[in-house]
């Protein structure tokens, strides 16, 4: 494949795997402060990252590119399983989907939610399933927040 597009697909999906990160999630939350959607979303968040934490602190698997570590919190950064972006991605899609209930809006949640997925493939941060362990995790905390909210 041609240098030129190789730079730009890693760019692209450099730029997309953000959209699944901590401070794209911390900014989407700040947008609702004054909504009914607030609670949910830092629930969800908190819940999200939970999970994540005690299976990765049961369940060390190295990522693609491995990293070293030499503390707990690294080592819980280093793991693989599962995918953290996936998981919060996953659930900030299905909050936002069912609670506007818009078709195109769905769409698009979809499509952000595979992308950001699939560049944690494309990146080497992760192995397939790692991020459909983070979909499970995604949708278990969603399901989890909608039946205590």
């Known amino acids: 494949m041609n240098k030129t597009i190789q730079k730009q697909l890693h760019t692209f999906f450099r730029d997309v795997t953000a959209m699944g990160g901590f401070a794209a999630s911390l900014l ?10 607030l609670v949910p979303l830092i629930a969800g968040s908190i819940l999200t990252a939970a999970i994540v934490i005690v299976i990765r602190l049961f369940y060390f698997k190295p990522r693609p590119k491995k990293k070293d570590y030499s503390g707990l919190l690294e080592k819980i950064d280093a793991s693989s399983f599962p ?7 996953v659930f900030l899609a299905l909050i936002f989907s069912v609670h506007f209930a ?3 809006l769905t769409i698009l949640c979809t499509i952000v939610a595979a992308l950001v997925s699939y ?5 080497r941060k992760h192995y397939l399933i790692d991020v459909v362990g983070g979909i499970v995790v995604g949708a278990v905390a969603y399901f989890t927040v909608i039946k205590l909210f």
Not at 30 to 37: H, K
């Open 119 to 123: 560049s944690r493939i494309y990146l």
């Open 83 to 89: 995918s953290l972006h996936s998981a919060r991605i």
């Open 28 to 37: 989407l939350t700040l947008l609702f402060i004054s909504s009914p959607l």
């Open 102 to 104: 818009d078709i195109y």
